[in-house]
């Protein structure tokens, strides 16, 4: 059986990030991606020149014909820049019942530039959060919708997660990639299970443009096929590092490069000699 991931987020030129990342990690996971463009984005590796936002009517038009003939088995939620078009996506979940609900709250670019209107951080906090299975906040995103200071260890982060759960949604994972040291932990804590740590090794790598992207969209494409979230989840964090262990086998931009989608792939092809 084939599983259907849906992308509703912004672009990417440069490929990174965005759907055009999405879609790279659905595939390279076992996904049939698609997709529902919320805003068109000049990007590239070092940054963020201009955003056009996709007029939430025609983001509704995009998911109404989508979901009247496509089965959907899971989607990742990124970048929606303004609150009208999450009201559009809070509806459509609704109206669909979409499942495995995984929302990636981008609202800054690695780069610095801000993908998300302050004054709609509210409208992403009330009307997405609780209709998310899981939210994947880094530490700044998390900052970002408690209104608080960033968290700076594992205690702060275990009391911002515990609060991030309070405000909806069904389940938590809090990335700790902005701490510092030799491992990157994350933490994946739901309302009516005991919070679970995650380690990998910190890779040395300077390209890390779409790592968010990437992560969210490998869980969404992944949980279909795993018995649970923690798989999923854990799985996922396994092929990120993979592909950040990789991400100096491309050469792309003059900025934070991105990770290697496809780095299994391509190493099959260079031991088939093809």
Same mark, same amino acid.
């Given at each position: 059986?084939?599983?259907?991931?849906?992308?509703?987020?912004?672009?990417?030129?440069?490929?990174?990030?965005?759907?055009?990342?999405?879609?790279?990690?659905?595939?390279?996971?076992?996904?049939?991606?698609?997709?529902?463009?919320?805003?068109?984005?000049?990007?590239?590796?070092?940054?963020?020149?201009?955003?056009?936002?996709?007029?939430?009517?025609?983001?509704?038009?995009?998911?109404?014909?989508?979901?009247?003939?496509?089965?959907?088995?899971?989607?990742? !939620?990124?970048?929606?820049?303004?609150?009208? #078009?999450?009201?559009?996506?809070?509806?459509? !979940?609704?109206?669909?019942?979409?499942?495995?609900?995984?929302?990636?709250?981008?609202?800054?670019?690695?780069?610095?530039?801000?993908?998300?209107?302050?004054?709609?951080?509210?409208?992403?906090?009330?009307?997405?959060?609780?209709?998310?299975?899981?939210?994947?906040?880094?530490?700044?995103?998390?900052?970002?919708?408690?209104?608080?200071?960033?968290?700076?260890?594992?205690?702060?982060?275990?009391?911002?997660?515990?609060?991030?759960?309070?405000?909806?949604?069904?389940?938590?994972?809090?990335?700790?990639?902005?701490?510092?040291?030799?491992?990157?932990?994350?933490?994946?804590?739901?309302?009516?299970?005991?919070?679970?740590?995650?380690?990998?090794?910190?890779?040395?790598?300077?390209?890390?443009?779409?790592?968010?992207?990437?992560?969210?969209?490998?869980?969404?494409?992944?949980?279909?096929?795993?018995?649970?979230?923690?798989?999923?989840?854990?799985?996922?964090?396994?092929?990120?590092?993979?592909?950040?262990?990789?991400?100096?086998?491309?050469?792309?931009?003059?900025?934070?490069?991105? #990770?290697?989608?496809?780095?299994?792939?391509?190493?099959?092809?260079?031991?088939?000699?093809?």
């Amino acid at each position: 059986m084939s599983f259907n991931i849906l992308s509703i987020a912004g672009t990417d030129p440069s490929g990174g990030a965005g759907i055009q990342a999405d879609l790279k990690a659905f595939s390279a996971l076992g996904g049939y991606g698609m997709t529902v463009v919320t805003a068109l984005v000049a990007q590239t590796t070092t940054g963020v020149t201009e955003v056009h936002d996709v007029p939430a009517r025609f983001v509704t038009s995009q998911l109404d014909t989508l979901l009247r003939d496509v089965r959907v088995d899971a989607v990742k !939620i990124g970048m929606l820049s303004n609150a009208e #078009v999450i009201g559009a996506v809070a509806d459509a !979940i609704d109206a669909y019942r979409l499942p495995n609900v995984v929302l990636d709250p981008v609202m800054v670019a690695k780069s610095g530039d801000r993908l998300l209107a302050e004054e709609a951080v509210g409208a992403l906090r009330s009307q997405l959060l609780p209709r998310a299975d899981l939210i994947t906040p880094n530490l700044p995103e998390s900052a970002d919708l408690l209104g608080c200071t960033e968290a700076v260890d594992l205690a702060e982060m275990a009391e911002q997660a515990h609060r991030l759960v309070e405000l909806g949604p069904a389940r938590v994972l809090l990335k700790g990639g902005h701490l510092r040291g030799a491992t990157s932990t994350d933490l994946l804590l739901a309302p009516d299970a005991p919070p679970e740590t995650l380690t990998a090794p910190r890779v040395d790598t300077t390209n890390t443009h779409g790592t968010g992207c990437t992560l969210s969209s490998a869980i969404a494409a992944l949980r279909p096929q795993r018995p649970d979230w923690s798989s999923a989840v854990r799985d996922a964090k396994s092929y990120l590092t993979e592909a950040l262990r990789h991400a100096d086998e491309l050469d792309v931009g003059h900025g934070k490069g991105p #990770v290697h989608h496809f780095y299994a792939w391509w190493q099959e092809k260079k031991a088939s000699g093809s």
